[in-house]
């Protein structure tokens, strides 16, 4: 059809060749698995913390009704991205329609928006608790807590519909992308207009919001970290810094992954790199997330527990009944 063609435009291309890890067969198999590993781990983690918060009342508070709203998020960015990697590499193809490259590009851009959006809003959330605890229940009330949820799922709809239209309102020279799904600083490459420039425009406004977020989550922990100084007892500083310090690790895991894989496709850089790059702030983060918010958390530990014991007791039951 003649997609590769410099001469094409907008109008005929109607599917992107993405960047292949290997065009021998025994090597697309292995990164098909590979892709399988870190999907199935990521999905499942991120379920044992939707599940865990879902059943046990002990955890029905507003700190981690954003977590499990964030791990709803986490499941939904790593699925726009590896299902289609490993398609790809157990079919032995690199094609991607037009439709698809539009749906990735909105879709990833809506949960890590809305990803980073909730982080803001978890931030507040640990100020409130922690330097006025006397009107976090007044404050961080259901209601409140819904509406908080709702805004950032909003804004990654509003970021994801400027992102998504500014990019795909372009004329494309070449279908040929240089990343295993649609990055948009890679599809930027491919343009040949003057209209590119619009999506740079919307990338750094982007980069603006992103950065007051992140410096007003900065002021925050500012703020976190010199009441937690006055507490008399070394314990409650110890509990205290517990619930902060795994968000805090999140925030400057997604900030500084995007800062290199954004910074990394706009440079001449090697394939190699754009893959590694993408690598940190796409997958990386879903992947770790769940981890890093269980691993010094009693709470969360106690609540998996508490549903592995019901799940193994039930197996019991049912296995009994049957005999």
Known sequence: M?????????TSITEFLLLEFSNIQELQILHFFGFLALYLIAVMANLLIIMAVSFDCHLHTPMYFFLMNLAVLDIGSISVLI?????????DSRTISYSGCVAQVFLLFFFVGSDFALLTVMAHDRYVAICNPLQYETTMH?????????????????HSTLNTGSTFAITFCSNVVNQFFCEIPQ?????CSDLYFVEIGVILLT????MGCFIFIILTYLK??????????????????STCIPHLTVVFLLVFSGIFAYGGSATDISSDLDIVFAFFYAILPPL???FIYTMRNKEIKAAL?????????????SFRSVF
Do not use: R
């Open 2 to 10: 003649g997609i590769e063609d410099k001469n094409s435009n907008l």
């Open 83 to 91: 299902p289609k990697a490993m398609a790809n590499s157990l079919m």
């Open 142 to 158: 259901k209601g409140a807590c819904i509406q908080m949820v709702a805004s950032a799922w909003i804004s990654g709809v509003l």
């Open 187 to 191: 599809l930027l490459k491919l343009s």
């Open 207 to 210: 980069c603006g919001i992103v």
């Open 224 to 241: 976190i970290f010199a009441t937690v100084l006055k507490i008399p007892s070394v314990q409650g500083q110890k509990k205290a810094l």
């Open 288 to 290: 770790l997330n769940p």
């Open 305 to 317: 527990l508490k549903l592995f014991t019901m799940v193994h007791f039930s197996k019991i039951i």
